[in-house]
């Protein structure tokens, strides 16, 4: 897979695609996983945390959950719906 650039907008976009995706999922213990992993990412933001830093964090806490190709997944898609401010590296 190739690599992305991650923002804090890419960042923000995942948010915003797993909120709704947790309103909407009816897959046992979704919104729990995903809530765990992106628990911290608004602090994390508002503290300035590089936006590398908080997917790596992120991606252990998904690796923890057994969610982390989901969330490989996702900043994929994020990267792709942003491409402007998420280029390959």
């Known amino acids: 897979m190739a690599r992305y650039k991650i923002t804090n907008e890419t960042i923000l976009h995942m948010l915003g695609v797993v909120l709704v995706e947790i309103r909407a999922d009816d897959?046992?213990?979704?919104?729990?996983?995903?809530?765990?992993?992106f628990h911290n990412v608004p602090a994390k933001l508002i503290k300035k945390i590089a936006p590398e830093k908080i997917?790596?964090?992120?991606?252990?806490?998904?690796?923890?959950?057994?969610?982390?190709g989901y969330l490989t997944r996702l900043l994929k898609h994020s990267c792709e719906e942003r491409m402007s401010s998420c280029e390959e590296e």
């Open 27 to 37: 897959i046992p213990n979704y919104a729990i996983k995903m809530s765990d992993v």
């Open 55 to 68: 997917y790596e964090d992120m991606n252990e806490v998904a690796e923890r959950n057994d969610v982390a």
